[in-house]
């Protein structure tokens, strides 16, 4: 279900969010989730390019693009007349509005600051719309937003790195798990790259939670060949693996004997080592995609 807030007319994926609760447009505006209603629609627009179509037309004139039955199926609801909506509609097929829900999700207007609890702001930047604590400067980012973040920082190539940083040294402090600040679950606590020292607060499919500073750190530590460092230690725990597996495959061989020399029996050393080898190397390939998470 999309809704379109009153004030600029931004639309929003609402389907997590209850009827009746009131949520924040990144204008700043309050709006109400409303009751879930549709209808079929009365085709007026094609729900390609939006231009006006006669009663009974198979084709639009203008981008002649089909004109679908407003009773086949549907793929949400219009946020402004509330008509169902053709799987992949760009426009509504009634009112003829433009469908394009902003890609980041809303947050409730009671929503709080998982560290001191005190309510949550967003501010709107030439680049993005932020969600911060203005009382203990922590910051709210988008999976997304982090993500496009870190690899334009990550500017050194394999190999090439300056001498790799160290993680900065910092007073032990208490542990304690964060709720997501969207869905409130019980976020995840993860040291960034695996050695940079800075402790992350992670909600798959949300986003990430920084204390105050905590994401100057990131960017600093991926600026100067921090996930460069990272990598080459992924490769070497890949090697020490890999030999490891290599020795117990040895003295599987060894302990077993050999029943008949030449080809390797089921449960052989070498099907041990073979197995090893294809499992570090998925698990390799999975390490370089999230490396940083």
């Known amino acids: 279900m999309l809704i379109a807030c009153a004030t600029c007319r931004r639309q929003y994926d609402a389907d997590h969010l209850e009827v009746g609760e009131r949520v924040r447009c990144l204008c700043g505006a309050s709006m109400q989730v409303p009751e879930r209603r549709s209808h079929v629609a009365q085709v007026r627009h094609c729900s390609a390019c939006g231009a006006s179509v006669e009663a009974g037309a ?50 409730r207007v009671d929503a709080a600051c998982p560290r001191c609890a005190e309510p949550l702001v967003q501010r709107i930047t030439e680049s993005a719309t932020l969600t911060e604590c203005s009382s203990c400067g922590g910051l709210w980012l988008p999976e997304s937003f982090f993500q496009e973040l870190v690899e334009s920082k990550d500017l050194s190539p394999l190999g090439k790195s300056p001498v790799p940083p160290s993680p900065e040294s910092r007073e032990p402090e208490q542990v304690r798990y964060l709720k997501c600040p969207d869905c409130h679950a019980v976020m995840h606590r993860k040291n960034f790259a695996s050695c940079s020292g800075v402790i992350i607060d992670w909600c798959r499919g949300h986003g990430f939670w920084f204390d105050d500073e905590e994401l100057a750190r990131i960017t600093r530590f991926v600026s100067e060949g921090g996930l460069d460092k990272a990598r080459r230690l992924d490769v070497a725990r890949a090697k020490q693996d890999l030999r490891r597996a290599k020795e117990s495959a040895d003295w599987g061989q060894r302990m077993r004997g050999s029943s008949s020399p030449g080809a390797p029996q089921p449960g052989s050393g070498e099907d041990l080592l073979a197995d090893a080898l294809l499992a570090l190397i998925a698990a390799g390939i999975s390490r370089l995609f999230r490396l940083f998470l």
């Open 58 to 107: 198979e084709r639009c004139e203008y981008c002649r693009g089909s004109i679908l039955p407003p009773d086949r199926e549907h793929g949400g609801t219009c946020p402004e007349c509330f008509a169902r909506l053709g799987v992949g509609a760009r426009h509504c097929m009634e009112c003829g509005i433009s469908i394009a829900p902003t890609r980041v999700r809303i947050l």
